[in-house]
């Protein structure tokens, strides 16, 4: 008897286990099987949220792609850090110090923060909620605090927050009696959206930047992420300087075009003038990108380049942000 009864559970139990996939199969939605028939539909590869249903879908990229000022119920998440520094404001055009066109500067102190640029990152590897992702060269040591202050359009006063520090950015040079430290600067964001439009940066002790106020305000930069990413090889270079044989840059910009390199991007320190025919050819062509980074000493004698090492962090980083949705 003890035998028969497992003996029928174990059928009830198989029975009712087919019954189960059958209706679960028949349950999926038709257009999950329309483009990927026979198997579950991987993990999205793009920096977007899985999306359930297309209508959710649909607002979340109006209001990540489409809105800039806060709506009334994300005001309130803002307050939290609009309440750090009740009486900064956005600094104006005439108060940002530029410094080799391409640099804004921020002192505090003794001390120098040169911002090169700052992207928007909403891809999910980076973190649950987006980021801004503020690339620096800073004098301040690795273990001083770092912080952001965010604009949003409509919002008179800075979203304050704490930046996480890059420790990996290398041990810098010293000159003038300084370090000088390449940084990528994340500064988390209390929401998706709206999407800020400009960030500033302060270090030391202070949170707020006192009576001096806010030298920089860098635009944030932010490409949409596409179904396809329109270029399937492209190629960043470090930062350079200095005198190369045209013939030489010739063939290996034709070397990376066999490899199948539809873009390449250099980053210009200090090239030599011998450089601007090729640049230009291959400028014409589509090829090559050639993105201006002075150093913000660029003004010192030639053999101050012999002392510090060209920008390559900030160049290899402000590349790959740059272009993080157009090559694959």
């Known amino acids: 008897m003890t035998v028969m009864a497992i003996g029928t559970s174990a059928l009830i139990l198989s029975i009712v286990n087919v019954f189960l996939l059958l209706l679960h199969a028949h349950s999926r939605a038709p257009e999950v099987e329309t483009e990927f028939p026979g198997m579950i539909p991987p993990a999205p590869y793009w920096p977007r949220p899985a999306r359930p249903e297309k209508h959710v879908w649909a607002i979340w990229q109006w209001l990540g792609d489409r809105s800039t000022k806060p709506p009334n119920e994300t005001q309130s998440v803002l307050d939290h850090g609009l309440s750090h520094c009740p009486k900064a404001r956005r600094p104006s055009d005439n108060e940002v110090v530029r410094v080799e066109s391409v640099w804004q500067l921020q002192r505090v102190d003794n001390e120098r923060i040169y911002v090169y640029s700052a992207y928007y990152d909403d891809r999910p590897a980076a973190g649950a909620l987006p980021s801004i992702r503020v690339l620096a060269l800073s004098t301040f040591r690795r273990d001083i605090s ?11 006063r800075p979203y304050v927050v704490q930046a996480t520090v890059n420790y990996d950015a290398g041990s810098g040079y010293g000159f003038d009696r300084q370090v000088h430290r390449e940084y990528a600067y994340i500064c988390p964001l209390p929401t998706p959206w709206p999407i800020p439009t400009d960030v500033s940066m302060l270090g030391g002790t202070g949170t707020c930047p006192g009576l001096g106020g806010y030298s920089t305000r860098v635009p944030i930069q932010r490409t949409p992420a596409t179904d396809h990413q329109p270029i399937e090889f492209g190629v960043c270079v ?17 070397l990376n075009r066999m490899y199948g390199a539809a873009e390449i991007n250099l980053y210009d320190v200090w090239y030599a003038e011998n450089m601007s025919t090729v640049f230009n050819y291959y400028r014409r062509l589509g090829v090559l990108n050639v993105h201006a ?10 053999w101050f380049f012999n002392k510090v090492r060209n920008l390559r962090i900030i160049a290899l980083n402000d590349c790959q942000l740059k272009y993080m949705h157009r090559y694959r």
């Open 146 to 156: 770092i912080t952001c202050a965010v604009w949003y359009d409509g919002v008179d």
């Open 238 to 254: 470090t930062a350079g300087y200095g005198y190369v044989q045209p013939e030489v840059l010739v063939e290996w910009v034709e």
């Open 293 to 302: 980074l002075p150093h913000p000493w660029a003004s010192h004698p030639s």
